[in-house]
């Protein structure tokens, strides 16, 4: 591979001058986002595809930031004992970084050792951010170690270009690259994939895998807010367990083929029974179609109140048909923080007592519940509150705003959702002080 001059780099450099500009760095940890941690001539600079330990040439991609610039990998000059063929060779480090496919950013760590860079970020983020020290072991999925953390996707999106061209978009950019297979996904999707293949006048093709349904491909165009028309609903099929969840297909479901399962036991088993009552005004925030109001459903039975609320309107009405066997169930269109502000400001003596008897689930986006939403659930003051999270930064942000708000930290739990990328899952459990 070509190489741009290698250059010396001073603090009081112009960054512009420099994008582009080659330089060896030394690789000492690792930085939320699937970026890791160099430091030149007192700059820190996140550079992608490489790990801590090891010594690359790295191109400077982004000068912009006074405290920060961002450098992809080139060569790896000294290679980590825990480096290892990518898993993806269209990502590998081994092609120029404007033609390596994106989301497999942790494909050339062996995981083990991924697992241990998602553990320290998130126990990293709790103590800067949360003011937590906690120790967190990230549990493997089955099935993903014997696979080499690959088969496991059940949704994939491929992105086509104005002139048809079918494929992922490169690492950190927009750009189309046309691959020859898709070893994350499972294989009765990636058989799908129309490889090589120019399909002009679509925007994307979606290849969904449902566990209880057909395998298909649906293309489509972004609607950009211009079609104000609903789309017909388009059921398929999920299976969790003996449990099956009617899903819209272009709805959100968990991607892992083991997800949904492992994060409903998850979020039923940590739940204090003790705290538990299923009078109470207990609530599945961001419920989606029902799966942790059914999960909770299913260990305290039955009669258990509970209402999914859920922006989504045509998840709602799934959400209603999946939780239709529990008499205490009931499902809500309403975005989470209108919601709670409406439920806080009507709320009288009997309510307040159901609330503050309350279970509440919460897997918000990947931003976090935020502020709004943990005051308002504050002021509610439910026993216990179990939040389900996709972004360990966001969820320490929030245990820190919990905090000030009296409620604690009592039990994590963090899985490997997303192998050979660095997403990692964590389910979490705050109880009042």
């Known amino acids: 591979m070509a190489q741009s001059k290698t250059q010396r780099i001073v603090s009081t450099s112009r960054g512009s001058e420099f994008v582009g500009t080659v330089c ?12 890791f941690v160099a430091r030149h001539e007192g700059r820190v600079i996140f550079v992608a595809d490489t790990l801590p330990g090891e010594r690359v040439l790295a ?52 995981l083990a050792t991924q697992r241990d860079l998602k553990a320290f970020v998130l126990e990293d983020s709790l103590a800067r951010m949360g003011k937590i020290e906690r120790r967190v072991e990230v549990e493997a999925l ?11 996707r059940t949704r994939v999106r491929l992105h086509v270009d104005a002139d048809g061209k079918v494929g992922p978009y490169a690492a950190r950019s927009h750009n189309i690259i046309e691959v020859e297979d898709l070893p994350l996904a499972a294989s009765r999707i990636a058989e799908l994939a129309p490889f090589g293949k120019r399909i002009p006048g679509i925007d994307f093709i979606d290849l969904v895998g449902p566990s209880g349904d057909s395998a298909r491909a ?27 969840f009617k899903v819209d297909v272009r709805g959100f479901w968990q991607v892992h083929r083991h997800a949904a399962a492992t994060l409903s036991e998850a979020v039923s088993s940590v739940i204090d029974e003790a705290l538990f009552d299923p009078r109470a005004a207990n609530h599945d925030l961001y419920g989606g179609v029902g799966l942790f109001a059914a999960a909770v459903g299913d260990r305290f039975g039955s009669t258990t109140r509970m209402t999914s609320v859920e922006s989504d309107e045509m998840a709602t009405e799934y959400a209603l048909d999946n939780l239709a066997e529990w008499v205490g169930a009931r499902a809500v269109t309403a975005r989470v923080d209108r919601y709670l502000d409406s439920v806080r400001r009507d709320l009288n003596a009997v309510e307040k007592a ?26 509610l003051s439910p ?27 009592e039990e994590l739990r963090a899985f490997d959702l997303f192998p050979n990328t660095h997403h990692v899952e964590a389910v979490a459990r705050f109880v009042k002080n």
């Not at 898993?87 to 480090?93: E, G, I, N």
């Not at 092609?95 to 994106?102: E, I, K, L, S, V």
């Not at 159901?354 to 919460?362: D, E, F, K, N, S």
């Open 383 to 409: 026993a216990q509150l179990v939040y389900v999270a996709c972004d360990p930064v966001a969820l320490a942000r929030d245990v820190a705003l919990f905090a000030e708000r009296g409620y604690q930290l």
């Open 142 to 152: 089955e099935g993903d170690n014997e696979s080499q953390g690959t088969g496991w």
């Open 354 to 379: 159901r609330y503050a008897a309350a279970t509440i689930v919460l897997d918000p986006p990947r931003a976090g519940a935020g502020k709004e939403v943990v005051n308002s659930l504050a002021e």
């Open 59 to 110: 191109r400077i991609t982004d000068a912009s930031q006074k405290s920060f610039w961002r450098a992809d990998t080139v060569e790896v000059l000294t290679p980590s004992a825990d480096r290892q063929e990518h898993v993806w060779s269209a990502a590998s480090v081994t092609r120029d970084p404007a033609q390596r496919a994106g989301g497999a950013e942790f494909g050339h760590i062996k």
């Open 218 to 244: 649906i293309a489509g165009n972004i609607d950009n807010g211009k079609n104000k028309k609903r789309p017909a609903p388009e059921p398929i099929t999920e299976k969790v367990g003996k449990r099956a």
């Open 24 to 35: 060896e760095l030394d690789i000492t940890n690792v930085a939320h986002g699937g970026v």
